[in-house]
């Protein structure tokens, strides 16, 4: 699943016109997909935002109705059907078979009403926080040592080190007093 997100955010990241989804929501639970769903390609998403064209390539059929153009490949993999969902619906094909709700485009995921909110502090006497659960919580926001091994693993050791090695000669440098 991190995989996925990982990829997912960097397909976003690079602004590309066009960006093509292979299969990569089935492994998620259906709440983190509804939220990457509308995150990307709702009405608000950032792909909608950055007129991309996302080509999502997907066995499930759950999605058709949000698509502008569906594409649907027979058997021998040549075009058997193609439009809106409108109208394939009606045309009594292959996409017609399909009985799905109707879209959803105002999907708000429940964690994100908790972003809402004004303030930490706020957010932490709503919810009862006692003092060392906001510790807990304060400490899981911050990271732990595990979040900078992943960067250090990815840079690699040596960059790593002449990166600490330069940032310590920098500010040995501008703080040393001069007369």
Request: with cysteine; aromatic share 12%; net charge negative.
């Amino acid at each position: 699943m991190t995989n996925v997100k990982q990829a997912l955010a960097r397909a976003v990241y690079a602004q590309k016109d066009i960006v093509i989804i292979d299969d990569s929501f089935s492994g998620l639970d259906s709440e983190t997909e509804n939220h990457v769903w509308h995150s990307l390609l709702g009405r608000d998403g950032l792909l909608r935002r950055f007129h991309s064209t996302a080509i999502v390539v997907s066995s499930s059929a759950k999605r058709l109705p949000y698509a502008d153009h569906i594409v649907v490949l027979g058997k021998n993999g040549k075009v058997a059907e193609q439009g809106t969902y409108e109208q394939l619906k009606g045309s009594g094909g292959y996409v017609s078979t399909f009985i799905l709700p109707p879209t959803s485009w105002d999907y708000l995921p429940e964690y994100s009403k908790e972003l809402e909110l004004s303030s930490y502090s706020k957010n932490a006497a709503q919810q009862h926080m006692t003092e060392d659960s906001l510790e807990e919580d304060a400490a899981r926001r911050t990271g732990d040592i595990t979040v900078y091994l992943y960067y250090i693993r990815t840079v690699g050791w040596a960059a790593t080190w002449i990166f600490v090695i330069s940032i310590t000669i920098f500010t040995f440098c501008t703080s040393f007093p001069r007369r």
